[in-house]
């Protein structure tokens, strides 16, 4: 991942967090901007280093879920962001169910926002594979052996299913 999709990815995280605080206001409380732009790096940085080797030593007990684990462990981030960035509280009385929901809700919203860059870049990608000439194809190139060919074959299929006929 470059240095442009990382800003991209964290801003949309920013903008998810934003929306989700916003939807648990009675549970979650940003004190400013730049807490939300921390969370998503702090967010960021513990799911790309923590969060893998808590899979990894989880893996049993994730089996044993059939992955439901891994929202407990979703959870668990949320909880260390909370401690670690001094802007960002969960003020309910389970802060446990707030993170839960908090780290289900975050990806999901993130996913509506970032859809239109995916859109996009599935677009360039299927531009990139209708714009490639091949080689054995050439559609400008159509000569008359080519349709002779075609109706040899027509004319051997009807044939072949002739000589069927007459064996039955």
Do not use: C, Y
């Amino acid at each position: 991942m470059n240095f442009k999709q990382t800003l991209f990815k964290i801003a949309i995280n920013t903008i998810s967090i934003f929306i989700v605080a916003w939807m648990l206001s009675n549970s979650i409380h940003l004190e400013n901007n730049f807490a939300a732009i921390l969370v998503a790096i702090v967010l960021v940085l513990l799911n790309t280093f923590l969060r893998p080797l808590l899979i990894m030593l989880t893996i049993p007990l994730t089996a044993i879920t059939l992955g439901l684990f891994l929202l407990v462990i979703n959870a668990g981030m949320v909880l260390l962001a909370e401690k670690i960035v001094p802007g960002f509280q969960i003020t309910s009385e389970s802060p446990f169910w707030t993170a839960f929901w908090f780290g289900i809700l975050v990806p999901i919203v993130g996913f509506f926002l970032g859809l239109p860059e995916k859109i996009r870049q599935q677009q360039i990608v299927f531009k990139r594979m209708t714009n490639f000439e091949d080689p054995f194809f050439n559609q400008t190139s159509h000569n008359s052996d080519n349709s002779q060919d075609f109706q040899d074959a027509e004319i051997v299929d009807d044939e072949e299913t002739n000589d069927d006929k007459k064996l039955n």
